[in-house]
């Protein structure tokens, strides 16, 4: 059976990463524990920069408390409060008929069951796994563009698709680790373990990382 050092590995870098900016949606978790909140949260922060999701949640939950308060604004006005987060327009209608659905099917609260996430329209894989782990305390293993390129680079996995990813992680990942490697990859990526000439010099698994598929780094 293959090692693949997760003892080793995830500790120093959770360890590393205590004193870096956490993602946008960890950040969203400690301000606002309520599952709706984080799951708009995740749905606002795809394809966007921390700092635009931070500052688009925070106006628009200054109205926005529950879901039935979402379906007494315009699509207009909810544009209005989340822009300029990537794709403001499609996922102001998007988060919109979320909060119709959660009301409908499940009386306003936000489902802790990730088949059940996944049959609301407008989630997907990633924010159903985000939502489990973050809001609820469950086990999941949310992947990213971050948790897929560092997972591929450290030789964990070999795939092509984030969500090929997550199965073969739920494969061989130790489960006391589910909810946390997202939180604790996604910084590093961010701050370290970067898509083009990675920080190689700064990494504190540097000299056992098998940097598979990096061609140039710093």
């Known amino acids: 059976m293959q090692n693949y050092n997760f003892d080793e590995i ?38 966007t920069k921390d700092k635009t999701t931070e500052e688009g949640a925070i106006r628009l939950f200054s109205v926005v408390n529950k879901p039935e308060d979402l379906l007494k604004l315009s699509v207009e006005e909810i544009e209005k409060l989340i822009y300029p987060v990537g794709f403001y327009k ?3 209608r998007q988060i919109q008929e979320i ?68 199965m073969e992680l739920r494969k061989i990942l130790p489960k006391k680790y589910w909810k946390k490697i997202n939180t604790i990859l996604v910084t590093f990526g961010q701050n370290i373990c970067k898509p083009v000439s990675p920080l190689c010099s700064k990494c504190p698994i540097h000299s056992s990382c098998p940097k598979i598929g990096v061609k140039k780094f710093r």
């Open 99 to 166: 909060a119709k659905t959660i009301i409908e099917k499940y009386g306003g609260k936000v489902p802790n069951d990730i088949e059940e996430l996944l049959g609301i329209k407008g989630i997907g894989r990633k924010t159903a796994n985000l939502v489990i782990t973050e809001a609820f305390d469950d086990y999941g293993i949310c992947v990213d563009t971050h948790v897929h390129r560092i997972s591929n680079r450290l030789g964990w996995v070999k795939t092509n698709m984030p969500e090929q990813t997550e």
């Open 90 to 92: 499609r996922k102001a």
């Open 10 to 47: 995830i500790p120093k870098l959770e360890k590393f990463v205590e004193d870096l900016d956490v993602p946008v949606v960890t950040r969203i978790k400690e301000k606002e524990l309520d599952p709706f909140k984080i799951l708009i949260g995740t749905i606002l922060s795809l394809r």
